[in-house]
């Protein structure tokens, strides 16, 4: 099936009442966050998609490149100007990666996925997806986030970079079940839909709680967490309702907003 089919398909397929009504599909381009920003700063509103068959510029967390080979990746960015506080912005990538989560659990029901803070989704011990959230707040309209999603969703093991290939994987490669990726992303935005309202309801990240501690990877192990100034040692302990890491150390509770995650058991 050709790009042009797939995402005629996916058109016809979706059924979000704002998320992915508009729509920009492009085959190639560099990074479809940066093509997601510009078109926010042309006053398009909440919900727009923009999906890609390559990218050659992908971007994972702290500036990473991302594998993302041609008809074997969902590659997509949705605009999103959420009603809250800016200040709130960064729980949306908890929002998307439960989102996601459940929309490959409902579409492998018999192949065990977890999350991993910050916002990693996980099978068989390795990652198959990334999530890149960036504000952007351009003058005369309300502040945006856009929300980037990669899936690995049929790419071989063999194709992966080596430094990649003990770390990451594809649901294909996992599962030998190919979903069409398109199929999925029509998923994701129904589920991502109904998490993104009830999140700007309630506030904060209390809701979604719950959900996140049934499949969380890290609660209970100890991790060390990497940060620019250093690395601390403790024991995950799930999420704070504003999304940071609950991290225990001798007893004292730290709140981490940002950093790589490791099972200290493995260095």
């Known amino acids: 099936m050709s790009f042009d089919q797939e995402i005629q398909q ?3 397929g979706l059924s979000t009442s704002c998320l992915g009504r508009r729509l920009c599909a492009v085959k190639q381009t560099d990074s479809t966050n940066r093509l997601a920003g510009d078109l926010a700063a042309k006053t398009e509103g909440e919900g727009l998609l923009v999906v890609a068959d390559q990218q050659s510029a992908g971007r994972g967390r702290l500036d990473r490149q991302w594998f993302s080979p041609p008809g074997h990746s969902l590659l997509c960015s949705l605009l999103l100007r959420p009603r809250l506080e800016q200040a709130k912005f960064p729980q949306l990538a908890v929002v998307t990666a439960i989102s996601l989560h459940q929309a490959l659990t409902e579409a492998y029901p018999q192949t065990p996925l977890t ?21 952007g707040h351009c003058p005369g309209h309300a502040p945006h986030v856009v929300v980037g999603l990669g899936v690995n969703v049929s790419p071989p093991l063999a194709d992966f970079p080596p430094e990649l290939q003990k770390t990451a994987s594809s649901l294909l490669a996992l599962t030998g079940r190919l979903v069409p990726r398109y199929q999925l992303l029509a998923v994701f935005l129904l589920r991502l839909e109904a998490n993104y309202s009830a999140w700007q309801e309630q506030g904060n990240l209390q809701h979604l709680l719950p959900y996140w501690q049934c499949f969380d990877c890290l609660r209970g192990q100890p991790v060390r967490v990497e940060l620019p100034k250093g690395q601390i040692l403790g024991i995950a302990d799930g999420l704070h309702e504003d999304g940071r890491l ?12 940002a950093g790589d995650i490791v099972h200290a058991r493995q260095s």
Not at 115 to 135: F, H, M, Q, T, Y
């Open 115 to 135: 999350l991993k803070w910050p916002n990693d989704v996980i099978a068989g011990g390795r990652k198959i997806s990334g999530i890149l959230c960036e504000g």
């Open 246 to 257: 609950r991290l225990l150390q001798d007893g004292a509770l730290q709140l981490i907003c």
């Open 10 to 12: 996916f058109q016809g």
